[in-house]
């Protein structure tokens, strides 16, 4: 028999462990709390520095490897040339929408509404209202409902936004500040992040690869291609007389993302408008605008932009997308195929390192 002592159930090692994570998940809860007021800052800052790092590291190059100067210059392209346009888009679109408030209002108060409701009756579509399937809706009153709802809902969103103007310049400037500091020193934060994963180097690399290839395919082939959409789409309704051209092309680039619909889901009822309103001309040329120069390009402009990169189905992709922006919003178009594309890749490890025939080896 063995005179050697039992060993206890909890060694020091043990100990230091459990106290050094505890201590660790709480410093951890605390940085959260202290980043939480700047988290969309930090968010929008991390996506635009990763998808202008090429971009940046072409600059280092020629600023002879010098950080700092790369980091300032990339900073301030990044304001005039992406943030000031933004930043101007939404000043045109706060003004249109609240435009469309004051005359959707108007027009649905001073009866001008019932005047255009008759003159649809009476129009060639005025068969498809009288359809006896759509005898006992009451249309015209759910057309005033919706008008209404919409043009309240907008102008409160405004008024949010206008009421909270001096935190958005705050975190206008905590982002621009953080882009600096993402770009100048990006790869070693990256680096040190890496450092902490406990995979294997191929593991890691694979993650990497998944993730960076799944973000270029959004930010190429679905994020631009959506945003060309939006502008085309704007420019065909200022051409061609829809008011708020600005305010549609927007709408027309969120709904670019859905895989069924897209910008005709904008276009196409504009068309009919101004068909209806006598304008025939210019409804049939905005309808050959929008099938030729919005929705057209989508089919082959998406697959040339996103090719092989994204290792996701289409129907994961899009699943990923609209899941995303129902969880997280707008950051949603991002987070939510670059999620999928994670659990996807932490599945791969688990079938590498836990499948059953790796098990079987192991075992034996």
Request: hydrophobic share 55%.
């Amino acid at each position: 028999m063995s005179n050697q002592p039992p060993q206890p159930f909890l060694s020091r090692t043990h100990i230091f462990v459990a106290a050094f994570f505890i201590v660790f998940l709480l410093l951890l809860y605390q940085a959260a709390r202290l980043l939480a007021p700047f988290s969309s800052a930090l968010l929008w800052a991390s996506i635009i520095a990763l998808a202008l790092h090429p971009l940046y590291t072409k600059i280092l190059r020629l600023m002879n490897g010098r950080p700092n100067p790369a980091a300032g210059v990339m900073t301030l392209f990044t304001f005039v040339l992406v943030i000031g346009p933004a930043v101007a888009l939404f000043a045109a679109l706060t003004s249109q929408v609240v435009e469309l408030y004051h005359r959707a209002s108007d027009f649905i108060l001073s009866g001008e509404w019932s005047r255009t409701w008759e003159n649809l009756r009476t129009s060639a579509f005025g068969s498809v209202f009288s359809h006896p399937s759509l005898a006992g809706l009451d249309i015209r009153g759910l057309v005033i409902k919706g008008l209404g709802e919409l043009s309240s809902d907008m102008a409160a969103q405004v008024g949010g936004a206008l009421r909270n103007v001096v935190l958005l310049v705050f975190n206008f400037l905590i982002m621009l500040f953080s882009l600096f500091f993402f770009f100048r020193d990006g790869k070693t934060y990256y680096a040190k992040a890496m450092e902490i994963i406990p995979f294997t180097v191929e593991q890691k690399k694979s993650i990497t690869r998944r993730f960076s290839d799944t973000f270029s395919a959004v930010i190429n082939g679905l994020f631009l291609v959506a945003l060309l959409q939006g502008l085309m789409t704007g420019i065909g309704f200022a051409i061609f007389g829809i008011p708020f051209p600005v305010l549609w092309g927007c709408l027309a680039a969120i709904l670019a993302l859905l895989p069924v619909g897209g910008t005709a889901l904008v276009w196409l009822p504009a068309a009919l408008y101004l068909v209806l309103t006598g304008a025939t001309l210019n409804g049939i040329l905005l309808a050959v605008w929008g099938v030729v120069l919005v929705s057209l390009p989508d089919n082959f402009l998406k697959p040339l932009l996103i090719g092989r990169k994204a290792k996701l189905p289409t129907f994961f992709l899009f699943i990923g997308i609209l899941g995303g922006i129902k969880a997280y919003g707008i950051f949603g178009i991002l987070f939510g195929p670059l999620v999928v594309t994670l659990v996807t890749s932490f599945v791969q490890i688990y079938r590498e390192e836990y499948g059953e025939k790796n098990y079987k080896n192991k075992k034996v």
